[in-house]
């Protein structure tokens, strides 16, 4: 029985006890209602563990996929990002206020806007910790996918015969 069936089959045969509890129904019959019951609540659960397999599927599909294409800019544009995420931040915070002081103008920093915050942090965090793990000698794949860098190939050379 995997994880996700435990997650969501928890309890139930409690349920199916007190739902069948609540009916007035003879031995035989109040069996043969919570085998039922039963079955179909089992199936359920089946159907969702299969869908949520189908959607990890599809989604390693597309890792794998963007990570074996030949384009490397792709692969690794989470740097260019990183790059330009702190270019605006200081052309907006410490150029423009320089500026502004050099010409005697009133001026305010632009505030950038909070998705740019959200989604710039989100990209330096979990490309920072890839990377740190990185350092580390890690490596699988999910590392590969956070840092852009192939799992590295071992040498056949060396292997005994």
Do not use: C
């Not at 039963?38 to 397999?53: A, G, N, V, Y």
């Not at 740019?116 to 910790?129: K, M, P």
């Not at 590295?152 to 060396?158: A, F, K």
């Amino acid at each position: 029985m995997s994880w996700m069936t435990s997650l969501f089959s928890m309890g139930i045969g409690k349920i199916v006890k007190d739902v069948s509890g609540a009916f007035d129904l003879t031995g035989e019959k109040k069996h043969a209602f919570e085998l039922s019951l039963e079955q179909s609540l089992q199936k359920r659960d089946s159907e969702l563990e299969e869908t949520f397999r189908a959607e990890l599927v599809a989604k390693e599909r597309v890792l794998v996929a963007e990570l074996q294409q030949g384009d490397n800019y792709t692969k690794r544009a989470r740097p260019t990002v990183v790059y330009a995420g702190l270019v605006f931040i200081g052309i907006n915070y410490v150029l423009v206020p320089i500026m502004a002081r050099f010409f005697n103008l009133p001026t305010d920093p632009i505030p950038l806007p909070p998705e740019f915050w959200y989604g710039w942090s989100g990209i330096v965090g979990t490309w920072s910790i890839g990377r740190s793990l990185e350092r580390r000698g890690a490596r699988n794949r999910v590392l590969g996918a956070i840092t852009g860098t192939p799992k590295p190939q071992t040498s056949r050379l060396m292997e005994p015969a």
